[in-house]
């Protein structure tokens, strides 16, 4: 079994900053990318930020230059730094891994439980 558990969501101030977390464990091999997801209400799940296992990120138009993903490899985490947040950064993230568990040959995607993010104005 393989477990993602996020943490850092809350609520803050437009302009304000928070760093999301999100720890991979259980029957894992390898890692391959690492990615957090936002869905707001009444909206469709969206891709905020990816990075491989090589540290190549890719980010969503709307976070570019204000949120930054990043991973620690030895710890199977990683991390999505949120500043100058806006209103509309509302949503539940969601923390993805697409990773290989022992005896496979191939990766499958896993979930976190998500993590409610609330930026007033």
């Known amino acids: 079994q393989v477990q993602l558990v996020e943490s850092g969501g809350g609520l803050v101030q437009a302009g304000g900053s928070l760093r999301l977390s999100c720890a991979a464990s259980?029957?894992?091999?390898?890692?391959?990318?690492m990615g957090w997801y936002r869905q707001a209400p009444g909206r469709q799940r969206e891709l905020v930020a990816v990075?491989?296992?090589?540290?190549?990120?890719n980010y969503a138009d709307s976070v570019q230059g204000r949120f930054t993903i990043s991973r620690d490899n030895a710890k199977n985490t990683v991390y999505l730094q949120m500043n100058s947040l806006k209103p509309e950064d509302t949503a539940v993230y969601y923390c993805?891994?697409?990773?290989?568990?022992?005896?496979?040959?191939?990766?499958?995607?896993?979930w976190g439980q998500g993590t409610q993010v609330t930026v007033s104005s």
């Open positions: 259980g029957d894992i091999f390898r890692i391959n990318a």
């Open positions: 993805n891994a697409d990773l290989i568990s022992p005896g496979r040959d191939r990766g499958s995607d896993y």
């Open positions: 990075i491989n296992s090589g540290g190549r990120t």
